[in-house]
């Protein structure tokens, strides 16, 4: 049973650009989770997202963030625009639909540089 | 409010034990965790306990909740280097958002 996956693992930008975050959850999760983790602190939630539903995007920034969990395929965190302060290590966390909905498992992040 | 505070850094000896301490502010969390992060990897799921316990021990790992004082320690039996990393602790809140302490850097010395 494979894991959270992301890609990419590094992502390197420029500012302005766009920059798009891939999360396949775990086989048989359909509870995805977005934290951001800025060099030398703890990680911070974002967004908590079901299949083509957003439930709770509390700690989304209120401009040029965005994400979706279709029906098929991966969810994906949107950035557009970046600037420098974005930088940073962004993870997906899945659980499951079913049993121990609040326990949270971690990808391996994708690390976003913006130049 | 949302608030867990760690201890920054911990260094021990190689077959010592470690307790890593958190503190944290909600008492409606229903599940707490601990999490290991080592140098550019995603974060591992070590081990957690459901609010109503006191205590939970998985081989190595001990978990001692003081619900009263809003206190989770982890403790790790004959700390080898390799369990040198960051070590997170969490609250989960109304069973969707984790909220994180900043970490506790733990140094194993051989």
């Known amino acids: 049973n494979a894991g959270v996956m992301q890609n990419p693992r590094h992502l390197v930008r420029r500012r302005g650009q766009e920059a798009r975050l891939r999360c396949s959850p775990m086989?048989?999760?359909?509870?995805v989770y977005w934290y951001r983790q800025l060099p030398e602190e703890g990680l911070k939630f974002m967004v908590y997202?079901?299949?083509?539903?957003?439930?709770?995007e509390s700690g989304m920034p209120k401009e040029r963030f965005s994400a979706e969990f279709p029906k098929e395929g991966p969810s994906i965190l949107r950035i557009q625009q970046v600037v420098r302060g974005d930088s940073a290590a962004y993870f997906c966390?899945?659980?499951?639909?079913?049993?121990?909905?609040?326990?949270?498992?971690f990808g391996p992040g994708t690390r976003l540089l913006v130049l | 409010g949302e608030d867990v505070e760690q201890s920054l850094f911990l260094s021990v000896r190689e077959g010592d034990s470690s307790v890593i301490n958190c503190t944290y502010t909600?008492?409606?969390?229903?599940?707490l965790y601990w999490y290991k992060q080592e140098p550019g990897a995603g974060l591992q799921l070590l081990t957690y306990i459901f609010s109503n316990m006191d205590m939970k021990q998985d081989q190595r790992l001990t978990v001692l909740l003081n619900k009263k004082d809003k206190h989770l320690s982890l403790r790790i039996a004959d700390t080898q280097t390799g369990d040198s990393a960051i070590y997170f602790c969490?609250?989960?809140?109304?069973?969707?958002?984790?909220?994180f302490g900043a970490g506790t850097i733990l140094r194993v010395k051989s």
């Open positions: 909600d008492s409606s969390s229903t599940y």
């Open positions: 086989k048989g999760h359909s509870h």
């Open positions: 966390a899945s659980s499951p639909e079913q049993g121990r909905q609040e326990t949270q498992y």
């Open positions: 997202l079901q299949k083509e539903n957003i439930i709770d």
């Open positions: 969490a609250e989960s809140l109304y069973g969707n958002k984790l909220v």
